[in-house]
């Protein structure tokens, strides 16, 4: 039915057997691909027959085993079936074990060579995996639009990899680290205590303003980004910066970091400026970790009022951590690189396809959506932050995204990290 010839052109090369008798291509065929920039293997079955059905049911059975495993560790799955023979008994029995995978499955329905024969997909509806797709793996057409939906469905690819491949200087997979607060928080006091010395600098690269500088700190967790550090490395400061030039720019620097430190001059207490700091950088889908410094100089009374303040002024900020510290003196601090791994991880993490669906599974069953809206499947499509993608037949209400998203942060113990949506449709607009 065209799988071989699929992978062909997939692959943009004649690499695997192309054969007109069915099974000819027993093995299970890995081969690395590439899409849009996008590097994934494509695994190519061999063909897969529920119960091992046919002549040599021993081989048969063999290759099911084989493809049954592939699929399992796949991704996305791709059934790719034969227009002008419909939909075939085997087709049904594929099917029906297709449906009960908790990930990805989209159909491919091959030998659709031109537009006038594109009518002949809807036949496959029936399969009950979603709108299929037009290919023809002879011409090419349609494979292009294939690959994109595939594409839509893959995890992101591991940091590890990305590292991996990245040009030395550049900082894939180096976490971005703000430091925010007013004007004399203590965030210069703050940046050298947890640079040490000179040498776990790495380099200081100009940020992307005029006058911003980011520096790179080797620490235990990797290589840290502290961004726009002008002024923090000197002891002697110049400039005097106003409050609202500096809520500017501390809003620019969260604007390009994965993580907001929020300094918090703990003498004053927690200011209508750090508030609305506070609001922009949660705003922005940024994690905060925030630290009441000076913490040195209160008494127990000023600290039973500050702990008051935090919960009234910031309670929006929900879990996020605060830290009482003295970067002057350091005490307090050794809690904030296990702090900063924690959110790192958090943020980082990306779920298994299969857990994901299993957890819209069991939400959907709990609490179906109104008039007849279903997700179909979901995947993580990206890890900073976490963002589900999800595949539903019609627009979902806000409400019930909310619910969804408050069981993903559930089941996968997201804590406070923010959680994206993304709906997209399923049906072919
Ligand atoms: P920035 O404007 O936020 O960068 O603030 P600085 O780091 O320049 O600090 C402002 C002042 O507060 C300096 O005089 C610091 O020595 C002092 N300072 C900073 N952190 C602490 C702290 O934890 N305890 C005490 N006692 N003083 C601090």
Redesign the pocket.
């Known amino acids: 039915m065209g799988k071989s010839t699929l992978m062909n052109r997939i692959l943009g090369r004649r690499e695997a057997i192309v054969a007109e008798q069915p099974g000819v291509t027993r093995d299970r065929k890995e081969m690395p691909a590439s899409w849009q920039g996008r590097e994934f293997t494509v695994v190519d079955t061999g063909g897969w027959l529920p119960q091992g059905t046919g002549d040599n049911s021993s081989m048969d059975a063999k290759v099911s085993a084989q493809s049954e495993k592939s699929m399992e560790d796949a991704d996305v799955v791709v059934m790719v079936v034969d227009s002008q023979a419909g939909i075939t008994g085997d087709d049904e029995g594929v099917a029906g074990r297709l449906r009960g995978r908790a990930g990805p499955v989209l159909v491919a329905v091959n030998k659709v060579d031109d537009e006038a024969h594109e009518n002949l997909i809807w036949e496959f509806i029936r399969l009950g995996l979603g709108d299929p797709f037009p290919v023809s793996a002879l011409h090419g057409r349609g494979v292009g639009d294939l690959l994109d939906a595939a594409m839509a469905l893959l995890p992101e690819e591991p940091a590890e990899q990305l590292e991996a491949g990245a040009e030395p200087e550049s900082d894939a997979g180096t976490v971005s680290v703000s430091i925010v607060?007013r004007?004399?928080?203590?965030?210069?006091?703050?940046f050298n205590r947890l640079i040490g010395d000179d040498r776990s600098v790495v380099h200081d690269q100009p940020g992307t303003t005029r006058d911003a500088i980011d520096t790179v700190v080797e620490t235990e967790l990797g290589p840290i980004r502290f961004v726009d550090t002008a002024g923090?490395r000197r002891r002697a400061?110049i400039d005097q910066a106003t409050e609202y030039y500096s809520l500017l720019r501390a809003l620019a620097a969260v604007d390009r970091s994965d993580i907001a430190l929020l300094?918090i001059d703990a003498t004053v207490g927690v200011t209508h400026q750090d508030q609305r700091l506070a609001e922009r950088i949660d705003g922005a889908g940024c994690p905060i970790v925030v630290l009441l410094?000076?913490?040195?100089?209160l008494d127990t009374e000023a600290r039973e009022a500050i702990a008051l303040d935090i919960d009234h002024r910031l309670h929006f900020l929900g879990e996020a951590a605060v830290l009482r510290?003295?970067?002057?003196?350091g005490r307090g601090l050794n809690r904030l690189l296990p702090e900063l791994r924690g959110v790192i991880a958090e943020y980082r993490r990306r779920i298994p396809t299969q857990a994901v669906n299993r957890v819209l599974r069991d939400a959907q069953a709990a609490h179906p959506a109104p008039d007849g809206a279903r997700v179909l499947y979901a995947t993580q499509g990206a890890a900073d932050p976490p963002t589900f993608t999800l595949f539903a037949n019609r627009t979902l209400p806000r409400t019930y995204l909310r619910y969804l998203e408050r069981r993903f942060r559930e089941a996968f113990d997201l804590g406070s990290v923010p959680v994206k949506l993304r709906v997209r449709r399923r049906s072919g607009e």
């Open positions: 607060g004007p004399n928080a203590g965030k210069s006091t703050l923090m400061r300094v410094n000076k913490w040195d100089l510290v003295s970067a002057l003196s």
